[in-house]
Nanobody
Framework: QVQLVESGGGLVQPGGSLRLSCVAS????????MNWYRQAPGKQRELVAS???????NYADYVKGRLTISRDNAKNTAYLQMNSLKTEDTAVYYC?????????WGQGTQVTVSS
């Protein structure tokens, strides 16, 4: 079993930045991948970024160049650095860990981009 706790969300103006954190209850070096998803009101949850154990990253086209996924193995933490935020980035952001054949989700953190 894996517990994930996200933090770092909040209210930010367009063009601003936020860094989300996802702390895992186990060593993330044992995970196949760490992922960030988001879900806006009335929309389906969608993949934003992923980072494999081997270090390969993947981003949704609409966030390329603005968002960066990373991890700190010593802290068992994954991050999502978000720059040049837009109003359409408003959503609940979720962390997901891929561990063998299981997926584990965090509870989500709200990001609101508004002037």
């Amino acid at each position: 079993q894996v517990q994930l706790v996200e933090s770092g969300g909040g209210l930010v103006q367009p063009g601003g930045s936020l860094r989300l954190s996802c702390v895992a209850s186990r060593r993330i070096l044992s995970f196949d991948a760490m992922n960030w998803y988001r879900q806006a009101p009335g929309k389906q949850r969608e993949l934003v970024a992923s980072l494999t154990l081997g270090g390969r990253t993947n981003y949704a086209d609409y966030v390329k160049g603005r968002l960066t996924i990373s991890r700190d193995n010593a802290k068992n933490t994954a991050y999502l650095q978000m720059n040049s935020l837009k109003t359409e980035d408003t959503a609940v952001y979720y962390c997901k860990a891929d561990v063998r054949r299981s997926d584990y989700w965090g509870q989500g953190t709200q990001v609101t981009v508004s002037s």
